[in-house]
């Protein structure tokens, strides 16, 4: 879809130029001006990009979807938009979906507010960049996305401004993060789902599907039904992306005993793989790494604990789903993620 007609440049720059001489001459009336170079500069971005928002919205038909409000906006203005756009302006809230309570955020992700933005865009690029090198196709033009453990929405949000709204899906297991997305997303459909499928769409309804930090916890019966699952629901083509944790997560677990200075989310890793060397030989050996020693995963289920999947087991396995397979290791991707990925094509 065409994107709203936009103001043309010179009104453009002289409404910028106005309104913020205006908020500037109202600012000195109440409040002595900052001498901090660094904060009039932080300040004059603000502007602008509040002036740019109110272009692209003043060109818009009344109830236009996020994709097609801003589906041309650069990284920097898209991630301001969820950020300090979200924060300043009402019309920003009316569109795009906030945040949950910061415990529900940080119970999920680990982290929360802006740093969690920043992270949610990071990884949808990654994963749109992956889909559209493996898919041969560009996101825009999938007919079903489907992001697998959705949480809170903290990536599928960043997705909004790339395809019809009505195109993306997303599925948990957690009551908790399904209502919280159904209430708070406008755009977008939401389901609960069991840890175990089958899930409700028909068979080839997919053309992508992303998992981030979801195979990392599961057990090898639930990995395993996904995958067919996957393989179900994917249309010929489709692509699957998901992060897993490597062989180095077996020993940054031993490395951590005795650690005082561990965090909240990483406090359990010296309960887990405690026989290093034999957890090391089992992944190198191509055998599923699964521990659910930790209070809160073994004893609340035996589907979910911590994963570590090698590429030999991949290979042998996934093959039975994928006709593509690749197992990144290494590079920015893995930066961005802390964990392995996983890409697979159905054929």
């Not at 007609?5 to 900052?34: H, N, Y």
């Not at 003043?58 to 589906?71: H, I, T």
């Not at 062989?247 to 010296?270: A, M, Q, V």
Request: glycine share 8%; net charge neutral; charged share 25%.
């Amino acid at each position: 879809m065409a994107a709203p007609r936009a103001l043309p440049m010179k009104q453009f720059i002289v409404r910028t130029t106005d309104l913020f001489l205006v908020e500037r001459i109202a600012e000195r009336s109440g409040r002595k001006v900052s001498a901090n170079i660094a904060d009039a500069r932080r300040e004059m971005r603000s502007t602008l990009k509040m002036l740019r928002l109110r272009n692209l919205l003043d060109g818009a038909p009344n109830g236009a979807s996020p994709d097609r409000l801003f589906g041309g906006v650069d990284d920097d203005f898209w991630l301001w938009l969820h950020t300090e756009g979200y924060r300043r302006s009402a019309a920003v809230r009316n569109i795009l979906p906030g945040l949950p309570t910061e415990q529900l955020q940080y119970q999920s992700t680990g982290s929360v507010g802006d740093t969690a933005m920043q992270f949610g865009l990071s990884a949808s690029k990654i994963f749109k960049k992956l889909y559209e090198r493996t898919g041969n196709r560009e996101l825009s033009a999938c007919k079903n996305v489907l992001d697998f453990g959705c949480g809170w929405g903290r990536i599928f949000r960043f997705f909004l401004k790339d395809i019809d709204p009505s195109k993306l899906h997303g599925i948990d297991a957690y009551d908790a993060m399904i209502a919280f997305c159904q209430k708070e997303f406008r755009w977008g459909t939401f389901v609960h789902n069991d840890p175990f499928p089958p899930t409700r769409f028909p068979p080839e309804s997919f053309d992508f599907v992303y998992a981030l930090s979801v195979f990392s916890h599961l057990s090898e019966d639930a990995h395993r039904k996904w995958l067919e699952e996957f393989k179900r629901i994917l249309a010929p083509g489709g692509v699957l992306i998901a992060t897993t944790w490597g062989r180095e997560f077996i020993t940054r677990c031993r490395d951590s005993r005795g650690n005082k200075e561990l965090t909240s989310t990483t406090k359990h890793f010296p309960e887990l793989f405690e026989d290093t060397d034999k957890w090391l030989s089992d992944y190198d050996n191509g055998r599923f790494c699964f521990d659910t020693s930790v209070e809160g995963y073994g004893v609340t289920s035996d589907w979910m604990g911590e994963t570590c999947i090698s590429r030999n087991y991949v290979m042998k396995y996934w093959t039975e789903c994928f006709d593509y397979l690749e197992y990144i290791e290494t590079g920015p991707y893995r930066d961005v993620f802390g964990q392995n990925i996983i890409v697979g094509r159905k054929a």
